[in-house]
T-cell receptor, first 114, second 114 residues
Framework: KAGVTQTPRYLIKTRGQQVTLSCSPISGHRSVSWYQQTPGQGLQFLFEYFSETQRNKGNFPGRFSGRQFSNSRSEMNVSTLELGDSALYLC?????????????FGPGTRLTVL | AQSVTQLGSHVSVSEGALVLLRCNYSSSVPPYLFWYVQYPNQGLQLLLKYTSAATLVKGINGFEAEFKKSETSFHLTKPSAHMSDAAEYFCAVSGSSGYSTLTFGKGTMLLVSP
């Protein structure tokens, strides 16, 4: 089975712009979660989607949004980019949202905001 | 609420020596615990997980971890370090939100010297 794929792998944007990141889960997985990884804050949960519905949300401003499509692919969008949004954004897929369920991570998208 | 504390941002060992990476957790419900490894410019790979079936959990690449409820710990060990084990290791907990959302520790960088 192919793993979780994320596109693009690298992205450079300037402050004030918006960006869209894409994630394709493992075939058959219906849950997709997004995490932000920075040197200062570590790994932080953004949101989780299951069957096109947001099931759980982390403590991030409304500039961060996401969605999931009927084929389980997910996108996250960050509007009005700030320098502090520079991070590795990781997507993880799982068969369900049940607690304790294993999450499989993609390679991440490295976002640099100038 | 749930949280994870990893003691030591960096751990250095010699090749062939015992690896011990410490993790303490806090959870308001019986926890599910995970150890992930991250190699440079890659996503997270699951090493092992605890789901209450057995307190000693064996994972990939010779790693294992023991769940100790009385100490709220889930330390990761490997009897003999290999150069290829050099990476960053993350302990994570899920469960209190009712979803599979992971709360991560800050990570421990394992350095292996010849």
């Amino acid at each position: 089975k192919a793993g979780v794929t994320q596109t693009p792998r690298y992205l450079i944007k300037t402050r004030g712009q918006q960006v869209t990141l894409s994630c394709s889960p493992i075939s058959g997985h219906r849950s997709v979660s997004w995490y932000q990884q920075t040197p200062g804050q570590g790994l932080q949960f953004l949101f989780e989607y299951f069957s096109e519905t947001q099931r759980n949300k982390g403590n991030f401003p409304g500039r961060f949004s996401g969605r999931q499509f009927s084929n389980s692919r997910s996108e996250m969008n960050v509007s009005t980019l700030e320098l502090g949004d520079s991070a590795l954004y990781l997507c993880a897929s799982s068969t369900s949202t049940i607690r304790g369920n294993e999450q499989f991570f993609g390679p991440g998208t490295r976002l640099t905001v100038l | 609420a749930q949280s994870v504390t990893q003691l030591g941002s960096h751990v250095s060992v010699s090749e062939g020596a015992l690896v011990l990476l410490r993790c303490n957790y806090s959870s308001s419900v019986p926890p599910y615990l995970f150890w992930y490894v991250q190699y440079p410019n890659q996503g997270l790979q699951l090493l092992l997980k605890y789901t209450s079936a057995a307190t000693l959990v064996k994972g990939i690449n010779g790693f294992e971890a023991e769940f100790k409820k009385s100490e709220t710990s889930f330390h990761l060990t490997k009897p003999s370090a290999h150069m290829s084990d050099a990476a960053e290791y993350f302990c994570a907990v899920s469960g209190s939100s009712g979803y599979s959302t992971l709360t991560f520790g800050k990570g421990t960088m394992l350095l292996v010297s010849p």
